[in-house]
């Protein structure tokens, strides 16, 4: 590492929350809006499907942490904070020839529902942002969305929800700092 890429300011925005909180809504936005930004989505990094255990509750474990390479994505963030503008190059991100903009602040945006139960990841961001919306608009919200692997009858209720609340309360118990938002307040562009 040169004394030129410490001096860089960087810049990592943790985006959090439950599924279909708005993450990637106000993701996108961050995109279009900061200079120098790249990002990394956590969906990027479910292992293999065939490696997603069932659990107690009958369903695929998919909201389940262990169901994430969360190692990989810690070294994927780690790969950026060593040189943005490289990792910037090799995701086909241009930076910003906006020359009011310093080229020296780089900014990645870090996108998950699992973002803080997972210590290396909550230690590398340096500002981190909790989306929620009600248990009815996020049932709501997910039904409309069509997955890869389509949602069985009963997982909302019988896995999803139940996780996201585990998952919340570990996090909540755990103390982390973030800074909590209305997903209700975070619509969709049209």
Same mark, same amino acid.
């Given at each position: ?5 410490? !001096? ?43 490696? @997603? ?11 389940? @942490? ?5 190692? !990989? ?112 307040? @975070?619509?969709? !562009?049209?």
């Amino acid at each position: 590492t040169t004394s030129q890429d410490q !001096a860089r300011m960087k810049y990592i925005i943790g985006i959090g929350g439950v599924t279909n909180g708005g993450k990637t809504t106000l993701t996108n936005r961050l995109l279009k809006s900061l200079p120098n930004c790249c990002v990394v989505h956590q969906d990027d990094f479910y292992k293999p499907q065939d490696q @997603i255990p069932f659990g107690e509750d009958g369903f695929k474990q998919w909201d389940a @942490i262990e169901s994430v390479d969360m190692e !990989a994505m810690v070294n994927t963030v780690r790969a950026w904070i060593e040189n943005p503008t490289k990792f910037a190059r090799s995701h086909g991100v241009n930076i910003s020839p906006d020359l009011s903009v310093p080229e020296d602040v780089h900014v990645l945006v870090v996108e998950g529902f699992l973002l803080y139960n997972y210590k290396p990841m909550i230690d590398l961001c340096t500002q981190r942002y909790y989306l929620t919306v009600p248990y009815d608009e996020c049932k709501r919200r997910r039904s409309t969305r069509s997955y890869t692997v389509p949602d069985p009858p009963g997982l909302f209720d019988g896995h999803v929800w139940p996780m996201f609340l585990k998952y919340r309360k570990e996090m909540e118990d755990n103390e982390v700092d973030v800074v909590r938002l209305d997903g209700m307040k @975070i619509g969709r !562009a049209h």
